[in-house]
Structure formats: C-alpha cells, structure tokens
C-alpha cells in the first residue's frame, strides 16, 4: 500500500467516525480533517467535495463482505446466476449497516450525498468482476473472448440499475425471477451459445 492509499485510508476512517457520531448533515469536510488530523487542503487533494468523500466512505466494504461475496459469486453455476447473487446481496445490504441507518435517519441528506455513488463504485467494483469472469471464462460459463473490464463494468451497471431503479420485468427479491431475467439478457451476451 503505497503513502498515498494509507492517507486515503485514514482519511476514509476519520469520515466514518464522523458519519457514526454526527451523522451525515453534521459532518463537513473540516470535521473529518480535524478528526485524522491533517488540513483541509489536503483532504480536496482525495476528495473534491463532501458529497464525494461521505459516499466514498459509505461504500467502502469490509473484508468480510468481499469474502461472503466472493463465496457467493464463484458457487454459482451460470453468470446469471452470478449475477443474480450479486443483485440479491446488494438489495439485502447495499452498503452495511452504517449507511443503512443514515438512509433512515437523514434521507435526504443520504440521497443528496449517494448521487456521487456511481462514479465511486463502478471503478472500486471492477476489480472484483474482473476476477469474477476470468474465473468464469476458466470454469467454461462466459465466452473466451469476453473482454473482462468492459464486461466487468456492464456486469456493475446491471446490478446498480436492477438493485436501484424499479420495475415490473423482474422481482429482484427472487432468486428465479431474477436468473431469469438475466438469462434472457445477459446470457446471450456472455455465455457461449
């Protein structure tokens, strides 16, 4: 981990014991320098604005997410079924505890700072979907010649528009409904046929 990650780090700490004690509306950007002990300056130099440095600390997971993920993800037997594990998970506990409890008790101010969600979780995620579908392409369930980081990215998008955008095609509470859905269009994308 390079000085840069380590500061990054830090600086993600300080946020979320800020989040946890004050809450979204109280934290600033001052706040979260005070709290690690470093300048204000110097936090815009990782995050441009609070928006961005409250959903970056929002939605960084801990190792025993990415484990139960990970476990969930590489036993599924198709990459709908993948995805579809990918979906369920996100929809039980998008984001932990932490921001499950902001969401009740400042919704607004949780909704205002989650708008940066997106350009936070689509690069942090495209490492884990990387490695899902090489192992994929290696176990015979995609296509060799997938190409893994724009598939990887598109696989993201999926999930974040099923997990937070309704609709009427897919109950994406049911395992079936949603493997599926996901055969019927994310199949004939990536698997051979």
Same mark, same amino acid.
């Given at each position: ?23 979204? #509306? ?13 300048? #204000? ?97 290696? #176990? ?27 609709? #009427? ?25």
């Amino acid at each position: 981990m390079t000085a840069r990650d380590r500061s990054r780090e830090r600086i993600l700490d300080a946020a979320e014991a800020c989040l946890r004690r004050d809450g979204i #509306r109280r934290t600033t950007v001052q706040a979260v320098a005070d709290e690690v002990g470093l300048s #204000r300056v110097y936090l815009y130099r990782f995050f441009p604005d609070k928006a961005t440095l409250v959903s970056a600390a929002l939605i960084r997971r801990d190792e025993e997410f990415w484990a139960r993920a990970n476990a969930r993800v590489s036993a599924a037997g198709t990459i709908s079924e993948m995805v579809a594990e990918a979906v369920l998970m996100s929809s039980e506990s998008p984001l932990g505890t932490l921001a499950l409890a902001l969401a009740e008790s400042e919704p607004r101010e949780y909704a205002e700072v989650m708008g940066t969600f997106v350009h936070e979780v689509v690069p942090g995620l495209a490492g884990f979907w990387v490695d899902q579908l090489t192992a994929a392409q290696d #176990r015979g369930l995609v296509r060799r010649d997938l190409d893994v980081v724009a598939g990887a990215e598109w696989v993201i998008r999926i999930v974040v528009s099923l997990v937070e955008v309704p609709g #009427r095609a897919v109950d994406i509470t049911s395992r079936a409904s949603l493997v599926a859905h996901l055969d019927a269009f994310l199949s004939p994308a990536f698997a051979d046929v």
